[in-house]
Nanobody
């Protein structure tokens, strides 16, 4: 059984940094495309960042240059380092994994098979 458990969310001031983690079990992060999506109240789920099994990455334009996705194979964990945070980054951040390690499009939530429960990130102005 595949489980994804997010942690590291919290409250931070605008301009600050935060790192959220996604610990995986039941499947190795090296064999899966991994991604972060977020959803703010009243808004649709939004793609944030993804990493393929070969460490290829993709970022939403809104976070490019500020957020970095990475993974620690030994810990079977994926991270999202968020810098220069803005109030509009406030959302529940959810980790997701695909059965495949390489995908032609990392941005469609329907292409992912496993989801975590999410962690709240709140950025105050």
């Amino acid at each position: 059984q595949v489980q994804l458990v997010e942690s590291g969310g919290g409250l931070v001031q605008a301009g600050g940094s935060l790192r959220v983690s996604c610990a995986a079990s039941g499947r190795t992060v090296t064999s899966s495309a991994m991604a972060w999506f977020r959803q703010a109240p009243g808004k649709d789920r939004e793609f944030v960042a993804a990493m393929g099994g070969a460490r290829s990455t993709d970022y939403a334009d809104s976070v490019k240059g500020r957020f970095t996705i990475s993974r620690d194979n030994a810990k079977n964990t994926v991270y999202l380092q968020m810098n220069s945070l803005k109030p509009e980054d406030t959302a529940v951040y959810r980790c997701t994994a695909s059965r495949f390690y390489r995908m032609s499009n990392y941005r469609a939530p329907s292409d992912y098979d496993y989801w975590g429960q999410g962690t709240q990130v709140t950025v105050s102005s």
